[in-house]
């Protein structure tokens, strides 16, 4: 297929790198192309686990182009730790990473303010990753404050970091007097020096540079010659900033929404989108999650799925599958098949839960609510599925599956109303039964 993308249907987390590793090698390109550092993309090769945050994960296979699109906001400090780890791995990272110029810099600022607004929001926190996407975001947005990696190299780049932290430095003052010094502001301890910022990031840029690219106009040019492009989705369609559970949301169009705006790549090229879904549900951070077993339940699906965030070592939020929220994802996002994640954490349930509708202020609702206070009054209507006992790790063909594992994913496909190409019963590349 020549444009195939790789969409979370959920919070995250979905077990997105596995596949995109696994189907990279049909593939001749592959891309990141919104989100930065808050991904953790976990891909496991011949037993040995790689977590990646910048990197495409189609580097693991030497022939085939990685790009990372100018909707990344990209820490260099971070990609460049990441190459360096690859490298030292013994993973090929030369020619076959391409940075896009028009990616958006983070900045130290970027850090603080992801810190100040976390904490002094008001209400619940969104618990950001802290890794500065938000405020980056905000400043291309913005654009009197933004960098682009292309003007790393640029003669006026000392001029115009003078130029933010100035402004940026009276906006701390500003809030930190607003506080009257009654509120510690988390992370305005630290200095803001231009010349230092200056110095440490020319050294970035000389690093970068042998990456950095024209990456539209390579896309472009793919999708004249019908090269085969595979797009690698951060996050899940429902941290989208657009159509997600606003505001405990990431800052980016993470459903299938983001991938021409993020890559520059026209929509029509797209010819199938796969939707990623876990077996149960996760989220990590604020916001309501209706399906979340906070008991005995939840915790066994984190004790077996080993669920803690892969960038935060936060332990994640587990529950039951939210049939209605994957489907508003699914719609959303465009799919043609479903990838069903992780069956095997199941195994061991005598009954297995999925929600098919809310009750919302006495009213049964099957959609999923765009408004958050709606969602956070949503009681999940249960449907009761019998469970297997039988660990399922070692089974290649869906035939050898246990029945009532079978007859789950089946209802997953009915109530989606679209075909399970996948099912994955490990982190093992071998551990995927395709349909
Ligand atoms: P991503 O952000 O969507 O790429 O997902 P993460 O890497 O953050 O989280 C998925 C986790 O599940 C990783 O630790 C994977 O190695 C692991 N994993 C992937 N597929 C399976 C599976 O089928 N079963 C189990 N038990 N673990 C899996
Ligand atoms: P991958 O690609 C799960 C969540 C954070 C927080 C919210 C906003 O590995 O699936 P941000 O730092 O983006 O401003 O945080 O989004 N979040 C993720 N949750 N997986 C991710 O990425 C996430 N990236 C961000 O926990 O709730
Ligand atoms: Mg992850």
């Known amino acids: 297929m020549p444009g195939t993308a790789i969409i979370g249907l959920q919070w995250g987390d979905e077990a997105k790198g596995k596949i995109v590793d696994l189907l990279t090698e049909q593939h001749e390109i592959v891309v990141r192309y919104q ?25 693991f296979r030497p022939h085939v182009q990685c790009v990372i699109a100018g909707g990344v906001v990209l820490s260099p400090a971070a990609v460049l730790q990441e190459i360096n780890s690859l490298l030292k791995q013994g993973i090929k990272i030369d020619s076959n990473l391409f940075i896009s110029n028009r990616a958006h810099v983070i900045f130290p600022w970027h850090h603080i303010t992801d810190r100040m607004f976390n904490n002094i929001g008001g209400g619940e926190p969104i618990g950001t990753t802290l890794r500065g996407i938000g405020p980056c975001y905000e400043d291309k947005v913005g654009r009197a404050l933004a960098v682009r990696v292309g003007d790393l ?33 988390p992370g305005l301890d630290m200095e803001l020096d231009a010349e230092t910022i200056y110095k440490e990031y020319s050294n970035y840029a000389e690093q970068l540079r042998p990456y950095v690219a024209d990456t539209t106009n390579y896309l472009l040019d793919a999708v004249d010659a019908d090269k085969h492009i595979l797009f690698e989705g951060a996050q899940g369609s429902l941290l989208d900033i657009d159509h997600g559970t606003f505001p405990y949301v990431t800052s980016s169009n993470s459903s299938g929404t983001g991938i021409s705006s993020g890559s520059g790549v026209p929509p029509h090229f797209l010819k199938k989108i796969i939707g990623i879904a876990k077996a149960y549900t996760t989220r990590v951070g604020g916001g309501p999650c209706p399906t979340e077993q906070n008991n005995d339940i939840g915790k066994r699906i984190r004790d077996r799925g080993n ?23 699914a719609r959303l996002s465009g799919i043609d098949t479903l990838s069903i994640m992780l ?33 956070r009054k949503a009681v999940p209507i249960y449907e009761t599925l019998p469970g297997w006992q039988e660990e399922i790790t070692a089974i290649t063909k869906y035939e050898d599956l246990p029945v009532n594992a079978k007859q ?28």
């Not at 115009?160 to 701390?172: A, N, P, S, T, Y």
Request: proline share 4%; charged share 25%; hydrophobic share 40%.
């Open 307 to 329: 669920e803690y965030g892969t960038v935060t070592k936060r332990p994640r939020r587990c529950g039951w599958f939210d049939a209605v929220a994957v489907r508003y994802s």
């Open 343 to 375: 069956l095997d954490v199941l195994s061991g349930f005598d009954f297995l839960q999925i929600c098919i509708a809310y009750e919302i202020d006495g009213q049964r609702i099957e959609y999923f609510p765009g408004d958050i206070d709606d969602l």
């Open 408 to 435: 789950y994913i089946k209802r997953i496909a009915e109530l989606m109303g679209k075909p399970v190409e996948i099912v994955s019963v490990g982190p093992d590349r071998l551990q995927t039964i395709f349909l």
């Open 35 to 59: 989100g930065g550092a808050n991904a953790g993309h976990t891909v496991v090769v011949n037993g040995e686990k790689f977590k990646l945050s910048l990197i495409p994960s189609g580097i």
């Open 153 to 185: 190299y640029k003669p006026d780049f000392k001029k115009r970091i003078e130029h933010i932290i100035g402004v940026k430095d009276q906006l701390f003052l500003g809030l930190t007097n607003h506080c009257d010094n009654t509120m510690r502001i």
